[in-house]
């Protein structure tokens, strides 16, 4: 197809053969030169962009933040297929069979009563899929590489969810007493203070990772009025 003509409206063929133009020989040289790792990190910030306009709640542009995060995962798939790794049919082969593996209750016999035992399931299949035998090997298996509050916020859910009690109350003193002692391990002392922080945010029901990001912009806001001589 000649892109330079325009259509009325682009499909998903259309985006993933204009990507693979622009890997291809007299294609973008940037385009070309990049790889899996140089890209990688696009995936987080478009990942975040886009929670920033669902949270705007806009539909064209949560739409077009949606795009630049599917560009990431064919951008992917095409520096795949063109070192010979896969393309972008084993990605979607790889995502279909999951879903309909994970779904019993949908493409299987399974009887479900309600989305709690959905839950239960998905969670017994993917330990079953990662052939993890025990608790401690599926929190384990939380990547490393989510942000901290968002990681340590999974594992508590899978600790409890497994019986693990966890305690209410976030002493703060007994934790400043231990930072304050000359013989401290503040970085220890500070995680548990983290670590009790999301225990609470997740008790009252609020994703610390969002929190966090909320007051952090507010307080962008009242440092503006700080700087503007307003307080």
């Keep these: 197809m000649n892109f330079k003509d325009t259509k009325d409206k682009y499909s998903f063929d259309d985006l993933v053969e204009i990507v693979s133009l622009l890997r291809a020989p007299g294609g973008c040289p940037w385009d070309r030169e990049q790889t899996h790792q140089s890209i990688k990190k696009n995936l987080i910030e478009e990942g975040y962009e886009l929670i920033e306009a669902i949270d705007g709640g806009n539909p064209e542009k949560i739409a077009d933040e949606s795009g630049d995060l599917l560009l990431q995962v064919v951008f992917h ?29 949908v493409f299987g016999e399974v009887e479900v009563a309600d989305s709690g035992e959905v839950l ?53 003193s007994v934790i400043s007493d231990d930072v304050a002692e000359a013989d401290s391990a503040p970085e220890k002392d500070c995680g548990q203070l983290l670590f009790a922080a999301v225990n609470f945010c997740r008790r009252a029901g609020v994703d610390p990772e969002l929190a966090l990001a909320s007051y952090t912009e507010s307080f962008t806001d009242e440092f503006e009025k700080f700087e503007n001589g307003e307080n």
């Design 120 to 172: 239960k399931n998905w969670d017994a299949i993917k330990r079953a899929d990662r052939e993890q035998s025990s608790i401690a090997e599926e929190l384990r298996g939380v990547s490393k590489y989510l942000p901290a509050l968002m990681r340590a916020e999974k594992i508590q859910k899978k600790a409890e969810k497994a019986g693990y009690k966890f305690e209410n109350e976030i002493n703060l």
């Design 77 to 105: 798939a095409i520096i795949g297929k063109d070192s010979g790794e896969y393309e972008i049919n084993d990605v979607t082969d790889a995502i279909c069979r999951k879903l309909i593996h994970r779904h019993p209750h």
